[in-house]
């Protein structure tokens, strides 16, 4: 039996132009969804996205901004509220790091690493709070596996992950009584940007410790974030669904 | 009308912008001091420093931006060669000037 989708309404991706937010847009994209995509480069490589996606018969509107600042979030929702549409979804698909040794970040770096990747999940929810209760949304935020191992030269990133699945499982609680449901995906390594440019010896160590035998594609997380985007996950509350191919079980 | 501020105001509100991501001093900063180079900025502190500039300024200013201070089309190597504290705070008074 196919997972239900739901009704058309807006779905907003905050990292929705590349990556597996991207991947996410392409799945909800279809005729009578509004997608609200948040990027902060790569303009050209945004827009053609955009295009992708208005082919399947979505519309879409592009934000370009830091979503560590409030004006950005300001304009997202906005965006919500001109769309004149249910608020049905909100996707965090945002991270940066420096790739070395956590010992030596400094202080503006961790800063940065935290507020874009997961103080802007909390802003976000409280941007769009009244349009995400008024239409029951679902909210689904992208941790990877920094969030319970070390992973080398991960810089902050693994602690920011941690914060980030903390931050979902409190906001679920506070939120589910609103009708705001949050979970997380934590995902394995996909075939992406950053994954493109691990050693092979590292690619090859993960594809030898995953049950499945190969490195995740944006598609398999994607899947699983639509999954919790939808009615069939409405029982689904502030948890973290682990999505490595197995790898985390071995 | 505000008047935008002098050269010699962005590059004081810049050595301290950089004084804030890099732990230094702002009048240890030379004006001729490589960010990447000499001051040792790293590609987030590029990122951080974007981010700060937008806000001191109040203009947008994009990894495109910092690139065009040095040239459009600098390679890697040239950019990380010459974006100085000099050329950065130049191009910025040049945006600030030109209302963008």
Known sequence: MPVREPPAGTSVIL???????GAVALRLASPGTHLVLLHLERTAEAEAHARRLTERGATVRLIRGNIAAPETLGAVAAAVEEAGQPCRHLVHSVAVTTFKPLIEVRPNQWDLV???STRSLLTAVQ???RPLAAAHGRVVAISSQGATRHIPAYGPLGPAKAALEGLVRQLAVELAPEGIVLNAVRAGLVESDA???LPDIARGAVRARTPL?????????????????SPDAGWIVGQVLEVDGGFSST | METPLSHDAVLARLRSLLGDVLLLPPEEIPDGAGIMGELGAESIDLLDLRFRIEREFSIRYTHEDLIASVHPQATPDRFRSEFTVLTLARHIAGRIHAGA
Request: glycine share 22%; aromatic share 4%; charged share 20%.
């Open chain 1, 213 to 229: 035998g190969r490195i995740g594609s944006l598609e398999d997380v994607a899947g699983a974030v639509c999954l919790l985007l």
């Open chain 1, 127 to 129: 941007a769009l709070r």
């Open chain 1, 195 to 197: 994954a493109s440019r």
């Open chain 1, 114 to 116: 935290f507020a874009v």
């Open chain 1, 15 to 21: 990292g929705g132009t590349r990556g597996i937010g």
